[in-house]
């Protein structure tokens, strides 16, 4: 598939890219300005001979990809999404935000009572599907293909085939996916991200995981 990642010069978006670009899809880098993500695919390409990939800016990214992946801080996420809303329609779009509290990431209580991934499917709006899923997922050794992720990754979505595809993407970076139930639960996988990154911190290691005990292995 042709995969586009908003804000995909972050380490999270990049490592994602990266093993899916090792998978054989083709990755686009957007990012705010066609430089950055240029510069920063190059990068990538440099380090995956055997792969696709290429870089311009979001809105160039999302228009031209069967799916949009939106890693963005959550700062970041109604600008971004206001700038490619149009191009959007009839499209997948897979969040990987959670929201933070800056400077110590401690979990935030939005505004709204939604999750990112829900206020993201109203700034869309119908014509685009939203599914949440990655937020547990540590950067940290993403881009090293030979390390094993161990870790499991909540998929949250309105319809199963859609999380039927995310799954996929999830087998393809070398992860299991696990369908978490409807959109709003996403709140409970944004929320554990503070809670992996405050484990990391306390416990001086890296990569903090979430697993699921009870399901047979695939």
């Known amino acids: 598939m042709k995969i586009a990642i908003l804000g995909g010069t972050g380490k999270e978006g990049s490592g994602l ?3 899916w670009a090792a998978a054989g899809h083709e990755v686009i880098i957007g990012s705010r300005s066609d430089e950055k993500g240029i510069q920063a695919a190059a990068e990538l390409q440099a380090a995956l001979p055997s792969g696709v ?7 160039t990214a999302a ?4 799916i949009v992946v939106l890693s963005v801080p959550y700062e970041a996420q109604q600008a971004t999404l206001t700038d490619v809303r149009a191009v959007l329609q009839g499209k997948l779009v897979i969040t990987v935000v959670a929201p933070l509290g800056q400077p110590k990431a401690r979990a ?4 709204s009572g939604l999750s990112a991934a829900e206020e993201a499917q109203q700034q869309l709006g119908r014509g685009v599907t939203v599914v949440a899923a990655f937020q547990n997922i540590s950067a940290v050794h993403l881009r ?4 094993e992720l161990d870790c499991d990754v909540l998929i949250c979505g ?3 085939a859609d999380k039927d595809v995310v799954a996929g993407l999830c087998r393809d970076a070398g992860m299991r996916g696990i369908n978490a139930g409807a959109l709003a639960n996403a709140v409970v996988a944004e929320g ?4 992996l990154l405050g484990i990391n911190v306390r416990h001086k290691i890296s990569g903090a995981g979430i697993r699921i005990t009870g399901l047979p292995a695939e």
Do not use: M, S, Y
């Open 53 to 59: 990939i290429r870089g311009c800016d979001n809105v």
């Open 158 to 160: 309105e319809k199963a």
């Open 63 to 66: 228009d031209e990809a069967e």
């Open 144 to 147: 090293d293909l030979e390390h």
């Open 108 to 111: 935030v209580r939005l505004p």
């Open 192 to 195: 554990l991200t503070a809670v």
């Open 17 to 19: 890219g990266f093993r």
